[in-house]
């Protein structure tokens, strides 16, 4: 059973609780999962800017606890339930917030190649889809290229540990196909993409009749 978590949080609240980049909304959302110190993450977040404030939803595969520093009312604190069996549709309307990015080769000062190049972000249409495509290939479905429409968010700072980082955010929307059932609901479970501890990766669905 896969669980589904939202927070909703205005402005002043945020800035109460003094949180400033994604790397401090990562460590607020382990708070939503006490007595796990130490061990790997396996939930996936994603952040959303509303005119009202902030929308946090939270997918793990455990029921997430809601931490102290959120209201326990509904308005501000909702967790379901979602059945393997929501992913057995044909279509969905879907939203990804993700990190897209290529490997470059990097030369030493000698001329050789570095084992491990430099991670650049992708940025044109072309370079997009076929990020996308591969991804669905991967996670058993297709795309509708007509469909499909890509924001770029723009760059995201970050500090951890007071060192600084960044992120590129782009937006895909559109219609996807499912072809494997199996795999569309481990990728769900598991995310898309590089830099799911910052709140990229997880898809938002909607089924399509």
Not at 54 to 70: E, G, M, Q, T
Not at 114 to 129: A, D, H, I
Not at 150 to 163: A, D, Q
Request: aromatic share 12%; net charge positive.
């Amino acid at each position: 059973m896969t669980h589904l978590a939202q927070i909703n949080l205005d402005f002043a609240t945020v800035a109460h609780l003094q949180i400033r980049d994604a790397y401090d909304w990562h460590q607020r959302v382990w708070q939503c999962f006490p007595g796990r110190d130490g061990k790997q993450r396996d939930f996936l977040t994603r952040l959303d800017t509303r005119p009202e404030g902030f929308r946090l939803l939270i997918v793990s595969p455990i029921n997430p606890v809601r931490p102290d520093w959120c209201p326990q009312d509904s308005e501000h604190w909702k967790v379901r339930p979602i059945p393997d069996d929501y992913f057995k549709r044909r279509c969905y309307a879907f939203q990804l917030c993700a990190n897209p990015t290529k490997k470059i080769a990097v030369q030493n000062a000698d001329g050789s190649r570095k084992k491990n190049g430099r991670r650049v972000p992708l940025s044109n249409r072309v370079e997009l889809l076929s990020w996308i495509t591969r991804k669905g290939k991967q996670g058993g479905f297709t795309v509708d290229d007509e469909t499909l429409h890509t924001f770029s968010h723009g760059r995201e700072y970050f500090s951890k540990n007071g060192i600084r980082g960044l992120h590129s955010a782009v937006e895909f929307e559109g219609v996807l196909t499912v072809i494997d059932s199996k795999r569309f609901c481990e990728v769900f479970k598991r995310g898309i993409g590089p830099a799911k501890a910052f709140g990229f990766g997880l898809l938002v669905i909607a089924p399509i009749a």
